[in-house]
């Protein structure tokens, strides 16, 4: 019969592997719209020297991209310094902070923000 403490301890490192799993996909998520919104960037800047479209309206939607960029990057960071802060790596346990940024940025095809 387990003890009263071996539960609690069960159920701490079952929500820290929540927060670190949830933490994890909100990363990947962040990567992937910077991604996305890089990509989307280019095509607009394409766009724009070949005159697809009016000027105005491209210039709005690149002004859009850019923010998105911005928006994306920032959360990407946050999740960063979560990874690798104390208390990131203290919920983590086994886990390395590194290896988990290292996993989805190769997983994203990012190297760097």
């Not at 909100?26 to 607009?44: H, I, Q």
């Not at 960029?69 to 902070?97: C, H, M, P, V, Y």
Request: hydrophobic share 40%.
């Amino acid at each position: 019969m387990r003890n009263k403490y071996d539960i609690q301890e069960e159920s701490a490192r079952i929500l820290a592997d929540a927060i670190i799993l949830q933490a994890a996909l909100d990363y990947r998520a962040a990567l992937g719209r910077y991604k996305r919104s890089l990509e989307a960037l280019e095509d607009l800047q394409k766009m724009s020297k070949l005159n697809h479209a009016p000027k105005a309206a491209i210039k709005e939607r690149i002004k859009d991209a850019q923010a998105r960029i911005n928006g994306a990057k920032a959360e990407a960071e946050t999740l960063e310094r979560f990874f690798f802060s104390k208390w990131g790596q203290t919920l983590a346990g086994d886990l390395n902070g590194g290896y988990i940024v290292r996993k989805i940025r190769k997983e994203c095809g990012i190297n760097g923000i």
